[in-house]
C-alpha cells in the first residue's frame, strides 16, 4: 500500500418564552400538600422488634463485608461502627415488644452509628413513613463573608411567604437563641461530613431543609429565628417545620443496570437538590414533568438570558460580562443521568454556543451521579487523553462471592476485571483489589477536545461523589485553574452500591443463591455502602479522594453581592482568572479532491501542530504564525484526521476531523 505522502504550501489567508398555564395553582397545590412535622410523625412507628434486628444484623453485614472505607474511616476518626451495631444488637435482645424503646430513639442510634464514619455515600436509609419525604422551612439560609466577618442571609423563600421585613437580604443573628454560626457548626457535627468545610456547609443546608429518608426529623416542632429585617431592624419569627413529598430521583439504585453499578453519588445532596427545585424552580419541575433529570424533546430557556437547552434541571448557561471580559458559564447542577453520552453531547452543545474566549465550569452543590457522565465530560476541555480513575474492592470472602457470579457480565455489570485480584487475595494477603476504573476508556476519550478556550472550575463543599472525580480529573489532567469558595470539595470518593442492589446481585441471573446472606429489609427500609474506592491518577497516582477531596488552586469567600446579586463577585474573580490564562486558537480546515486531502491550519497561541490520519504520524509542522496549506495524498474518505498542537514543546490542543 501506498504511504500518504504530504506537500506543503505557506500562504497567508485572508430567548425563546414559553407559556405555561396554571403555575400558580400548581404552587398553591403543592404547598397544600405539606403537612405540619407532629401530623406526619403521628403515622410513623410502626417496625417490630424482629424488624430491627434484621436492620441491625444487616448493617452489620454491609459495614463489615461490603465497606470499602471501614480501615480508612476507623484510623483517621477513631470510630467503631461494628461495635456500636453490636452493642445495639445485644441490648435488642433483653427487650420486648412491650419494652423496646421508642422507634424514633432507634432510627437515630442506627443514623448516629452510620454519620459516624463520615462518609455521605454509607447510610442508613429509613423506611415508610420517612422515604421520598422532606421536612423543610420555608426560606434559605446561605453564608457570606466580609472584613467584619461572616454573615448568614435568606436568600430565598417560598412563594407568597411573608413575615416582617423578611426576604432575601434579612441577616439571621440566632437560631432557637444561639447564635448562628455555633448552630450551623452544632448542627454540622451531628451530620458529618469528610472535612471541616463540609461539615460546616451541611450543618448550615440542614437548617432548613432535612430529607427524611437519610436524616432523622428534627427534635423541634418549630424553629424561633432571630434576625436583621431588611431595614436594619430586630426581628424575631417562629416558624413550624412542615413535610412534603420530594421529586422522585433518576435512577432506580437498587435495579441491576450499568447505570445503578455505576453511580458515585451523595444522596443527602441529591435529595435536597430535588427538594430545593420542588420548593423554589416550580419552573423547571413543570418541564420536566415531574421527572427528575429529564432530557427534554426540545432546548428550552428558563431564565431570560439563557441560553435554551434539552436537561433545564441539569445544566444552565449563559455569557456573562465581567471586567474581564465575556465568557461563558455553565453550572452543572448534577450529573444523576441515566444517559451519560446524552450528558456529554448537551454540555458540548451548549459550551459551543458559549464565547470561546474562556469557560467556566460550576459545579457547587453538585452531589454527583453517574460516574460516566462525569469523567466522559473531561475530555471536551483538554488535549490530553482521559484516564479515568481506577477503583478498588475491599477483599472479603463476600465481595469475592459478588465478583465471581458477574466476571464473565452476565447481567450488564461486569465484575470481571477485579475478580483475579480479589480471588488470589486469600493467598496475597492484599487489603483491597487490583486498581481499575469503572468507566470505559474508550468513552472518555470518544469525542476529544470540543473547547480550546481557557477553563476555570468553580468548586465548594457541598462537592461530592461523582463531582469529586470530576475535580480529580479535572486537576490531574490539568485542565485549568479550580476556584473554590471553600478550603476543600466534600471529598467523597467512592462508588456506591445500596443493599437492594447487592441482594439481586447475589441472586441474578438465575438461579439465586441459595445461601445468599442478604435478608429483604423491612417497610422500604434500605442501607446503602461505599462499594470501591476512587484513586487519583497523574502526579497524585494512587491517592484516594474519600476524605483527602480535590484542593482549589484559588479561594473565593462569597460576598452579599455574590449571594443577592447573582454571584457578581464569584464571576467577577473567575474572569479575572481566565484573563490570565493563555489563548489558544486552532482552526482546521479540510477539502477532498480527488484522493487528495488539503488540510488548512489558522492557529493563535501555538507554535507547532502535527498530523496523524488514523493515528499514523502525517506531518510535523513549525508555524510562524500564519495560515498554512497541507496537502496529503493518498487519503480514503471517512479517514480520522488529528492535529495536536503544541506551545513550547507542550501540548496545548487537539482537534479531529473526518475527512
Not at 101 to 125: C, K
Not at 284 to 291: A, D, Q
Not at 604 to 626: F, K, N, W
Amino acid at each position: 500500500m501506498t504511504e500518504p505522502r504530504k506537500t506543503v504550501t505557506k500562504k497567508p489567508t485572508t430567548r425563546k418564552t414559553v407559556a405555561r398555564k396554571g403555575t400558580r395553582a400548581r404552587r398553591a397545590e403543592a404547598q397544600a400538600a405539606a403537612v405540619p412535622l407532629p401530623q406526619f410523625l403521628a403515622g410513623a412507628g410502626t417496625l417490630t422488634l424482629t424488624q430491627r434486628k434484621i436492620l441491625v444484623d444487616q448493617a452489620l453485614l454491609l459495614l463489615g463485608e461490603n465497606y470499602v472505607h471501614l480501615p480508612l474511616k476507623a484510623a483517621m476518626h477513631a470510630v467503631n461502627p461494628l461495635q456500636r451495631l453490636r452493642v445495639l444488637r445485644a441490648r435488642m435482645e433483653r427487650q420486648t415488644a412491650a419494652t423496646m424503646e421508642a422507634e424514633w430513639l432507634f432510627h437515630r442510634q442506627m443514623s448516629s452509628i452510620f454519620h459516624s464514619v463520615r462518609d455521605l455515600h454509607t447510610n442508613y436509609l429509613l423506611p415508610a413513613p420517612f422515604a421520598g419525604k422532606v421536612a423543610y422551612l420555608p426560606f434559605m439560609i446561605e453564608k457570606c463573608s466580609d472584613s467584619v466577618g461572616d454573615h448568614y442571609l435568606i436568600t430565598r423563600t417560598i412563594a407568597g411567604y411573608t413575615a416582617p421585613q423578611f426576604g432575601p437580604g434579612a441577616e439571621v443573628t440566632h437560631w432557637n437563641g444561639t447564635p448562628i454560626a455555633r448552630a450551623v457548626a452544632l448542627n454540622g457535627a451531628a451530620f458529618a461530613g469528610s472535612n471541616e468545610a463540609a461539615n460546616l456547609a451541611r450543618g448550615l443546608e440542614s437548617l432548613t431543609l432535612r430529607p427524611l429518608v437519610i436524616q432523622a426529623p428534627p427534635d423541634e416542632e418549630w424553629v424561633t429565628l432571630t434576625y436583621l429585617g431588611l431595614d436594619g431592624s430586630a426581628q424575631e419569627l417562629r416558624e413550624q417545620w412542615k413535610v412534603t413529598t420530594n421529586l422522585p430521583p433518576m435512577t432506580d439504585l437498587d435495579a441491576v443496570t450499568e447505570a445503578s453499578a455505576s453511580m458515585g453519588l451523595d444522596l443527602d445532596s441529591d435529595e435536597k437538590s430535588r427538594a430545593k427545585k420542588a420548593l423554589y424552580v416550580r419552573d423547571v419541575v413543570e418541564l420536566e414533568r415531574g421527572e427528575s433529570s429529564a432530557a427534554l424533546a426540545a432546548p428550552v430557556a428558563v431564565g431570560a438570558a439563557d441560553l435554551p437547552t434539552t436537561m433545564p434541571g441539569v445544566f444552565r448557561a449563559r455569557a456573562v460580562t465581567t471586567a474581564h471580559g465575556t465568557f461563558g458559564h455553565l453550572r452543572i447542577f448534577t450529573f444523576s443521568v441515566t444517559d451519560p453520552v446524552g450528558f456529554r453531547d448537551e454540555f458540548v452543545r451548549l459550551a459551543a454556543a458559549l464565547p470561546q474566549d474562556g469557560l467556566i465550569v460550576d459545579v457547587r452543590d453538585n452531589g454527583g451521579g453517574h460516574i460516566y457522565a462525569s469523567e466522559f465530560t473531561l475530555q471536551t476541555m483538554t488535549p490530553r487523553r482521559i484516564a479515568p480513575e481506577p477503583v478498588q474492592f475491599i477483599s472479603t470472602p463476600l465481595n469475592l462471592r459478588i465478583c465471581r457470579r458477574h466476571k464473565d457480565n452476565p447481567s450488564g455489570i461486569d465484575l470481571g476485571p477485579w475478580f483475579d485480584s480479589l480471588d488470589l487475595a486469600t493467598e496475597t494477603g492484599a487489603a483491597f483489589s487490583a486498581a481499575k476504573p469503572i468507566t470505559p476508556e474508550d468513552g472518555a476519550n470518544e469525542l476529544g477536545q470540543t473547547y480550546y478556550g481557557p477553563v476555570v472550575l468553580i468548586t465548594d463543599a457541598r462537592c461530592y461523589s461523582a463531582t469529586d472525580i470530576f475535580a480529580a480529573g479535572f486537576a490531574d489532567h490539568e485542565i485549568g485553574t479550580i476556584l473554590g469558595v471553600d478550603d476543600n470539595t466534600g471529598a467523597g470518593g467512592a462508588n456506591v452500591w445500596t443493599h437492594g442492589l447487592l441482594a439481586t446481585l447475589l441472586n441474578e441471573p438465575p438461579p439465586a443463591d441459595p445461601t445468599s446472606p442478604y435478608e429483604a429489609l423491612p417497610n422500604g427500609a434500605n442501607l446503602r455502602v461505599s462499594i470501591r474506592r476512587t484513586l487519583r491518577v497523574g502526579e497524585l497516582s494512587g491517592t484516594p479522594v474519600e476524605d483527602v477531596g480535590v484542593r482549589p488552586h484559588v479561594t473565593h469567600r462569597m460576598t452579599r453581592a455574590d449571594l443577592l446579586a447573582g454571584n457578581a463577585d464569584l464571576l467577577e474573580a473567575a474572569g479575572a482568572l481566565l484573563a490570565a490564562m493563555p489563548r489558544r486558537r486552532l482552526d482546521v480546515s479540510s477539502s477532498m479532491t480527488g484522493t487528495t486531502l488539503t488540510v488548512g491550519l489558522d492557529v493563535e497561541g501555538i507554535d507547532r501542530v502535527d498530523l496523524y490520519l488514523d493515528d499514523r504520524p502525517i506531518s510535523s509542522e513549525d508555524l510562524a504564525g500564519v495560515p498554512i496549506a497541507i496537502e496529503i495524498l493518498e487519503v480514503t474518505p471517512g479517514q480520522l484526521l488529528r492535529a495536536d498542537a503544541y506551545s513550547a514543546g507542550q501540548l496545548v490542543a487537539s482537534r479531529r476531523v473526518h475527512v
